[in-house]
């Protein structure tokens, strides 16, 4: 591995948080609901930590996005554990469809105070919502899925900054597509970790074998047979993620000359593999169990284990 770069600190501070926190404010006073897209697979660490900060007392819907590439169960306990806190979530899927007719119901749902009194006052007018989320969320495809079905209109309406449309669904809801909320800094390394492991943030911040051997500590850990089964991999218990890298260069005769494993060219390999799901449904952090990483004493990021 290439030791200069194995202590870097990760670094990725985007810059158009203000401008972004102000547009959202913005929308949220002409918006009913706010749909707040996850990826499943991280739920925690994909949301925006100001996010609780900037939507207030918005109501709002977590939708649990990408849920065709997380584990089933996982799935489930991320929904309750969300209801445990009065948000509603939903396991959807923007490129298999799943859950995405349930949308307008679980809005409703959500909403249903505020229908109830908008009825009694005799007001009929369609739901807004706006839909937000970190970049790589799968917010554009989420809008595109929902739009598609559902048949809908879009246009340009008064008091959306241009270039923000609102789709509109034949149920009585509207959907404003917003840009992605940004980072105005990664909580901790291990957030920024897990991010890069699903490929949200670019390779080239990170060093690929570092970041894979720490992936392959995971999945030691945590998901042991699919590791096992994909690489023909055996004993891997005591393995660090470095053996494991080396292992896989040897099963798959990833060489370089002078007999040494072309571990590069494997990390790359193992990180393809898990964003398109070779390895099966991960999910990467669970209720209560969020922390991956860890620094040691030479400032390494390190698998900490269950
Ligand atoms: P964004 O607007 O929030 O930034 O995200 P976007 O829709 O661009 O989605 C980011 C990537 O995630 C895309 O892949 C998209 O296809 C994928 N994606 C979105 N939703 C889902 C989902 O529910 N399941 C799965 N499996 N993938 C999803 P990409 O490789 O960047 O682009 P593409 O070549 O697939 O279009």
Redesign the pocket.
């Known amino acids: 591995m290439d030791n200069n770069r194995q202590n870097a600190t990760i670094n990725w501070f985007p810059g158009h948080m203000a401008k972004t926190r102000r547009l959202m404010a913005e929308h949220l006073k002409i918006t009913d609901l706010a749909a707040e897209?996850v990826d499943?697979r991280l739920p925690l660490s994909s949301r925006n930590p100001e996010i609780d900060k900037i939507l207030g007392s918005k109501p709002r819907l977590v939708i649990l996005?990408?849920?065709?590439?997380a584990d089933s169960a996982a799935n489930a306990k991320w929904v309750s554990y969300f209801e445990a806190q009065d948000i509603t979530a939903l396991e959807?899927?923007?490129?298999?469809g799943?859950g995405i007719s349930k949308i307008g119901d679980y809005a409703k749902k959500v909403l249903a105070e505020k229908i109830e009194k908008d009825k009694a006052r005799g007001i009929h007018r369609n739901l807004k919502i706006m839909v937000c989320?970190?970049?790589?969320?799968?917010?554009?495809?989420?809008?595109?899925?929902i739009a598609g079905r559902a048949g809908t209109k879009t246009g340009d309406r008064p008091g959306v900054t241009k270039g923000k449309q609102w789709v509109r669904l034949d149920n009585g809801i509207e959907l404003l597509d917003m840009p992605?909320i940004l980072w105005p800094k990664f909580d901790s390394d291990d957030v920024a970790v897990k991010l890069a492991f699903t490929?949200a943030i670019r390779d080239e911040i990170l060093d690929v074998e570092h970041l894979c051997c720490i992936l392959l500590e995971f999945l030691r850990s945590n998901y042991p047979d699919a590791l096992c089964e994909r690489y023909k991999l055996s004993d891997i218990v005591e393995k660090t993620g470095y053996e494991l890298l080396e292992n896989i260069c040897k099963n798959r005769g990833f060489l370089i000359s002078g007999g040494e494993f072309d571990t590069f060219r494997g990390a790359n390999i193992v990180l393809n593999e898990f964003r398109d799901?070779r390895l099966g449904h991960i999910t990467l952090e669970l209720p209560g169990q969020t922390e991956l990483v860890y620094k040691n004493e030479f400032g390494v990021l390190t698998y900490a284990g269950q």
């Open positions: 897209l499943a996005n990408k849920s065709d590439m959807v899927s923007a490129s298999t799943k989320g970190i970049p790589n969320v799968g917010k554009s495809s989420f809008i595109n899925k992605g490929g799901c």
